[in-house]
């Protein structure tokens, strides 16, 4: 039987599928954004048997994550695409067609390997792992595969995201502290990458990543 937590697993893959196939940056930007609530609502959907004062600080980590992943991240992406004037993803290094099949072929190995992965306490969903696995290798996939600056970013944000949920999944106890740290971190990369993304914008005709080889001396 299936529970909200297992539901938004499926959302979770739903959302890496459509990032595969999709071309429209501010697409990304809002299927990421929706990640972001998702992630943010899993710790509080799991522990709802704890002590009260444990649910507190998880509800606290849940807000601050939809708050930075959901809100801030997409709001700044959202300037940044308005700025760089760059809309969609026209020729990526892999096709839609092709990356759609190969997520789906990342999903049955995540899926195959997550059911084989040892770990300290009991997941609260059998998806969980292996959903974190293949959000990650999505995550990954898209800075790899994709031209656009700021597609790659947001590679960059799925990637992490993925950890995130790996480790929802994988450890008996949400250490508040160190996914707050992980949070400030991926808010400091994508401050950064937004300021690389409006010089780049600034100096070339185009964000393309190709770009860069004409900054060396």
């Keep these: 039987m299936y529970s909200w937590p297992d539901t938004f697993l499926v959302i979770l893959v739903l959302t890496n599928l459509v990032l595969l196939g999709s071309s429209r940056i501010a697409t990304y930007i809002r299927v990421a954004a929706v990640q972001g609530v998702v992630l943010g609502l899993l710790p509080m959907l799991t522990h709802l048997a704890e002590e009260p004062a444990r649910i507190l600080m998880l509800g606290l980590l849940g807000l601050v994550t939809i708050g930075v992943k959901g809100v801030v991240f997409p709001w700044i992406l959202l300037r940044t695409l308005a700025r760089a004037n760059v809309h969609r993803e026209l020729k990526p290094y ?3 067609t092709t990356a759609t099949l190969a997520g789906v072929v990342a999903l049955a ?3 195959h390997i997550g059911a084989r992965i040892p770990l300290p306490a009991v997941p609260f969903s ?3 792992v292996s959903v974190g696995l293949f959000t990650f290798l999505v995550g ?5 595969s994709r031209r656009k600056a700021i597609t790659q970013v947001l590679g960059y944000l799925v990637l992490e995201n993925g950890i995130y949920a790996f480790g929802i999944a994988a450890v008996a106890e949400v250490s508040v502290l160190v996914e707050l740290g992980v949070l400030l971190d ?13 010089h780049i914008s600034q100096e ?7 770009q860069l080889k004409d900054l060396r001396g």
Excluded at 204 to 210: A, C, I, N, Q, R
């Design 126 to 128: 059998q998806l969980a």
């Design 204 to 210: 070339f005709p185009s964000t393309d990543v190709d």
């Design 140 to 144: 990954l996939f898209l800075i790899v």
């Design 109 to 111: 190995i995540s899926l």
């Design 94 to 96: 892999v096709g839609y």
């Design 186 to 198: 991926a808010f400091v990369a994508v401050f950064v990458m937004q300021i690389a993304i409006y």
